[in-house]
């Protein structure tokens, strides 16, 4: 099991090695604008590394929504991040399922996935698989509670479509870690990548935000036993830069391959 972080963009490579890590996790673009991807100047070393590779798309994107222009601009950053993705050798781009606004169908949400799966396709599809993230927050999301994320499988599934299990967003999110792992996959049929963050906040409080895995309202040994049972690669998004990170990562490693 490779267990690594999200890392600064500007030399993953070396941010892992201080680490220890064996993934990396990083943004192409500002997380929070709708700049488009620029090529990494380290494109060639990403791709022949032995760290793993993913990139996670801009927070930005909500190809969910009914709001024309938010979820068209959505569908082809998610595309050209894609094709970025692919250009580091990413295994994966991860990607939050988004939600529709007050008052709209949740089920209109869920279509409008769909059709960004067909809007690609009508390209060649995706150049990097999109894993889809649970999300903490948000009576209208297509990924918080496992109800909505059971039927937006139902509109994509036939798709080429990963998921990524984040631990902070799922406790906060209201659904319980003990059998986390079993109830996604009865889903999903998969889990692609763990992000592995504890909550500074209770159980079904809707917030995202993270902690270190041996502080936070989450036992670090309950999400130990989510790590896995995953069996899938972790990253940690958890403060404290290299020396903070660096401690999530020897612990995990520590207990979960004992």
């Given amino acids: 099991m490779r267990i690594g972080a999200h890392v600064d963009a500007g030399d993953p490579l070396a941010e892992a090695a201080a680490r220890k890590a064996e993934v990396v ?138 998921f990524c299990l984040d631990t902070c967003h799922a406790h906060a999110g209201g659904e319980a870690l003990l059998d986390v792992v079993d109830r996604v996959k009865a889903i999903t049929g998969r889990i692609d990548l763990v992000h592995a963050n504890n909550s500074r906040d209770a159980f079904d409080s809707g917030a995202d935000r993270h902690d270190n895995l041996g502080q936070g309202m989450i036992d670090p040994e309950l999400l130990v036993a989510v790590v896995r049972a995953a069996g899938a690669p972790v990253v940690v998004e958890t403060p404290g830069g290299v020396d903070g990170q660096g401690k999530d990562i020897a612990f995990l490693r520590d207990r979960v391959t004992a």
Avoid at 103 to 124: H, I, L, M, P
């Fill in 25 to 162: 996790q990083f943004f192409l673009a500002d997380p929070k604008g709708w700049k488009a991807p620029e090529e990494h100047p380290d494109a060639d070393g990403l791709r022949a590394a032995e760290v793993e590779v993913y990139v996670h798309a801009p927070y930005v994107i909500n190809v969910a929504t009914t709001n024309n222009r938010i979820r068209i601009p959505s569908r082809k950053l998610l595309l050209s991040h894609a094709t970025a993705a692919a250009r580091v050798g990413a295994k994966g781009l991860i990607v939050h399922g988004g939600h529709v606004g007050k008052g709209d169908d949740v089920a209109v949400g869920f279509d409008n996935w769909r059709k960004t799966f067909a809007f690609a396709a009508e390209s060649g599809g995706f150049a990097t698989p999109i894993l889809i993230e649970n999300t903490a927050g948000g009576d209208n999301a297509c990924a918080r509670r496992f109800d909505a994320l059971a039927r937006l499988w139902d509109a994509i599934g036939s798709y080429e479509v990963g």
